[in-house]
T-cell receptor, first 116, second 117 residues
Framework: AQTVTQSQPEMSVQEAETVTLSCTYDTSESDYYLFWYKQPPSRQMILVIRQEAYKQQNATENRFSVNFQKAAKSFSLKISDSQLGDAAMYFCAYRGYGGATNKLIFGTGTLLAVQP | DAGVIQSPRHEVTEMGQEVTLRCKPISGHDYLFWYRQTMMRGLELLIYFNNNVPIDDSGMPEDRFSAKMPNASFSTLKIQPSEPRDSAVYFC???????????????FGDGTRLSIL
């Protein structure tokens, strides 16, 4: 069974600085998708960024980028120029490819605080 | 474009009562998912539907939980009878089907915070 591990329950960053959130996963599949979701206090689940495992290039969305290391099964999220609005719980998620594997498997989350 | 709509946003009820949570997916999305979020267990998938048909309900905790999707624009999650340990935030999400699994993300509703006293 696939698992997703986020080893940092809480992180803190100064406004305008850069922070990296860690995520590792375990799978025997070769094709899959990885996602980072953000959950602010409003409790909405907002997609931040996604990565296809068959793509070597790391995904980037404005100030958000990932460091995808397939061999190491690592998928970290880097937030550059942190803003107060980035404060939220961040969840890493895995989804298999094909078959009956449309489920998202979530990590336990990392609570990010942004200090002014 | 309207997102996934869930109702109610908050529900407080007494143990033993029937609870019904409602979800309207994004129009055109073929997949609908129900999740439960608790501090202890994080986000768990309860059940998901494809074209209104339940595909995987292995996450449904017990027979007290049931879910239906009578049409493409509406789904319910019912708990009967409810127990205090069912207190959680319940999310509904939907995603398009693109003739394969693709990389289509799931779009979440705002969740229903359920409190069973």
């Amino acid at each position: 069974a696939q698992t997703v591990t986020q080893s940092q329950p809480e992180m803190s960053v100064q406004e305008a600085e850069t922070v990296t959130l860690s995520c590792t996963y375990d799978t025997s599949e070769s094709d899959y998708y990885l996602f980072w979701y953000k959950q602010p206090p409003s409790r909405q689940m907002i997609l931040v960024i996604r990565q296809e495992a068959y793509k070597q290039q790391n995904a980037t969305e404005n100030r958000f980028s990932v460091n995808f290391q397939k061999a190491a099964k690592s998928f970290s999220l880097k937030i550059s120029d942190s803003q107060l609005g980035d404060a939220a719980m961040y969840f890493c998620a895995y989804r298999g490819y094909g078959g009956a594997t449309n489920k998202l498997i979530f990590g336990t989350g990392t609570l990010l605080a942004v200090q002014p | 474009d309207a997102g996934v709509i869930q109702s109610p946003r908050h529900e407080v009820t007494e143990m033993g009562q029937e609870v019904t949570l409602r979800c309207k997916p994004i129009s055109g999305h073929d997949y609908l998912f129900w999740y439960r979020q608790t501090m202890m267990r994080g986000l768990e998938l309860l059940i998901y539907f494809n074209n209104n048909v339940p595909i995987d309900d292995s996450g449904m905790p017990e027979d007290r939980f049931s879910a239906k999707m009578p049409n493409a624009s509406f789904s319910t999650l019912k708990i009967q009878p409810s127990e205090p340990r069912d207190s959680a935030v319940y999310f509904c999400a939907s995603s398009p089907g693109t003739g394969g699994w693709g990389n289509q993300p799931q779009h979440f509703g705002d969740g229903t915070r359920l409190s069973i006293l």
